[in-house]
Each structure stands twice: as C-alpha cells, then as structure tokens.
T-cell receptor, first 117, second 114 residues
C-alpha cells in the first residue's frame, strides 16, 4: 500500500515550452502533497506544499508563477514548469501524506527527470 | 551553514560489514528524525523514523538520536550489495508553520562490495 506515482518519469523539452508533471496517490487519499527538486548529488529541496482545494504554499526563492501547482483532488497534484529553461533541468519528486497519517508519514513518488534543451 | 550536515561519501564497505551513517543538525527545534534510502533515479523510501533520543531497531537497521549533541546515526548490520544506495537523513520540527516540511541532508552514497 501507500504508493505514489509520477508521470512522466522523464521528459525532454525545448527551452521556452511548458511541462506538466503529475503526482498521484494510488491507494490512499492525500491531504497534502509536497514538491521537491533534486540536483545531481545534492539533497532534496522543498519547493512547495500543496493542499487539495487551496493555493499552494511556496518556499522562499521558488517562483510561483514559474512553477504552477494545482491540487485538483485528494489523489492528484500537478506541477507545471512554465517557459522552461536549461537551469530548470532537475529531478522533481513529489510526496503525499495520507488523510489518516501524521505529517511525518510522507510517501515519495519515483521522481520525474526533466531535461530542458 | 546548512541546517543539516551529512557527509556525501561515497562510503565503501565489504559485504557483511556494519555501515555507519550520521548527520548533524543545528536547529534545536527539530523533533522528528527520519532515514530514507534512495536508489539511483528513484524516489526516497522511508527506512526509519524516530522522535526521541535513544536507539530504535528494525531488523538490520538501528537509528540513534542524540538531541543534546544534535547528532543522529543509522547503522546497517550484515550489509548486503542490495544495500548499495544513497541514504538521506531528514528531520522536521512539525510546528504549525513547518508542518510536513522536511529538511534533508545531502545524502551519503553507500557501496557494499561482494
């Protein structure tokens, strides 16, 4: 149980295009989903916290107009990287917290590798 | 200074040896401590979770927390080649403002050689 999926698993796009990444909790409902990015050989950096039906909360330094987050249901959150540029190339990982779980119970997705040419 | 410090390694050990990993932190508000395992190009998988000082065992894994020294450790006994991965420590204060927000260490790459 407690499986989180991400789609796509990898994507290559041209500079200036927008890319949408989906995060789904497959067998549980998630009150909160988190979006992280991870550069090679570096740690996960929290980008934003997403709650179903409300606006996402972004961490300091993260451009909310560039990284659009929509948490449409208790099982789906999407991250759209708008007008992507090469510096946005990274590994994007989401996590989800079950309705019945504490905030410490986060299940991570497998990640999406974004390469912007 | 980073809130969570972790040696990136790599740490190479022979099969069957004990793997010893550790993290230090500076924020005394951290109350919850986790260890994650991350295989290459995959998302992190929760291994251990604790919120009190002392030891916690789960199979071959032992997590140790020393809040007075702001130091946490993970020990893996009888290491196997399948334990080769990057191990990330994470911690949180779980206050209202920081609910669910985890601060991760940089991760230590572990290689267990047959």
């Amino acid at each position: 149980g407690a499986v989180v999926s991400q789609h796509p698993s990898w994507v290559i796009c041209k500079s200036g295009t927008s890319v949408k990444i989906e995060c789904r909790s497959l067998d549980f409902q998630a009150t909160t989903m988190f979006w992280y990015r991870q550069f090679p050989k570096q740690s996960l950096m929290l980008m934003a916290t997403s709650n179903e039906g409300s606006k996402a909360t972004y961490e300091q330094g993260v451009e909310k107009d560039k990284f659009l987050i929509n948490h449409a249901s208790l099982t789906l959150s999407t991250l759209t990287v708008t007008s992507a540029h090469p510096e946005d190339s990274s590994f994007y990982i989401c996590s989800a917290t079950p309705l019945a779980g504490g905030a410490d119970t986060q299940y991570f997705g497998p990640g999406t590798r974004l390469t912007v040419l | 200074q980073k809130e969570v410090e972790q040696d990136p390694g790599p740490l190479s050990v022979p099969e069957g040896a004990i793997v010893s990993l550790n993290c230090t932190y500076s924020n005394s508000a951290f109350q919850y401590f986790m260890w994650y395992r991350q295989y290459s190009r995959k998302g992190p998988e929760l291994l251990m979770y604790t919120y009190s000082s002392g030891n916690k065992e789960d199979g071959r894994f032992t997590a140790q927390v020393d809040k007075s020294s702001k130091y946490i450790s993970l020990f893996i006994r009888d290491s196997q080649p399948s334990d080769s991965a990057t191990y990330l420590c994470a911690m949180s204060s779980m206050t209202t403002d920081s609910w669910g927000k985890l601060q991760f260490g940089a991760g230590t790459q572990v290689v267990v050689t047959p």
